[in-house]
């Protein structure tokens, strides 16, 4: 379990933290209103257990030059195997941290609401989720584990 210290809102919640690494070899160029479909291999916050996948598609819908940045609009779910699935959607900007709404859920997930929060550690590579569960009952234990420490877990001018 994670040592979270946020509002009110965020101490009534079951709390469970996922990592999503990028399992593609290539990017290519988006434009506006481009789906981007894609699906990732989700892990423990431990990094020690691969739990699922995420799956879904993102909408380019306003590019930022000077930043280098994108959003989008994002409609995934992340699969957790027998433990079942939690459906997001929302807005998604890539040069920040972004919060979006829980649609639903199945299996041990099932009346879940409420957010996660998408942290971006290596931009689209690797990424960071906090959900904020509400609806449900406590999570098997296998699935709340205490969390390695963020990083992009490279050396500088690391070389490919």
Same mark, same amino acid.
């Given at each position: ?12 919640? =079951? ?7 990028y399992s593609a070899d290539s990017?290519?160029? *988006? ?11 989700? @892990? ?8 699922? $996948?995420?799956?879904?598609?993102? =909408?380019l819908i306003q590019h930022f ?6 959003? @989008? ?9 027998? @433990?079942?699935? $939690?459906?997001?959607q929302g807005a998604y900007l890539?040069? +920040? ?8 859920? +199945?299996? =041990? ?6 957010? =996660?929060? #998408? ?7 690797? #990424?960071? @989720? ?5 609806? $449900?009952?406590? #999570? ?15 050396? *500088?001018?690391?070389?490919?």
């Amino acid at each position: 379990m994670t040592n979270l210290k946020q509002g009110f809102y965020y101490q009534m919640c =079951v709390c469970m933290c996922v990592f999503s690494l990028y399992s593609a070899d290539s990017i290519s160029q *988006a434009y506006i209103c481009d789906l981007a479909p894609f699906s990732n291999k989700l @892990y423990s916050g431990e990094l020690r257990k691969r739990l699922g $996948i995420t799956a879904g598609l993102c =909408v380019l819908i306003q590019h930022f030059l000077e930043q280098n940045a994108d959003r @989008y609009e994002a409609i995934y779910s992340f699969y957790f195997g027998d @433990y079942g699935h $939690i459906s997001v959607q929302g807005a998604y900007l890539t040069l +920040s941290d972004t919060h979006l709404a829980m649609t639903g859920g +199945s299996g =041990v997930f099932e009346g879940v609401s409420g957010t =996660v929060k #998408l942290q971006q550690i290596v931009f689209p590579f690797k #990424l960071f @989720y906090t959900f904020y569960l509400r609806g $449900i009952k406590d #999570l098997p234990a296998e699935l709340v584990v205490n969390l390695v420490p963020l990083t992009p877990a490279a050396i *500088a001018n690391f070389t490919n």
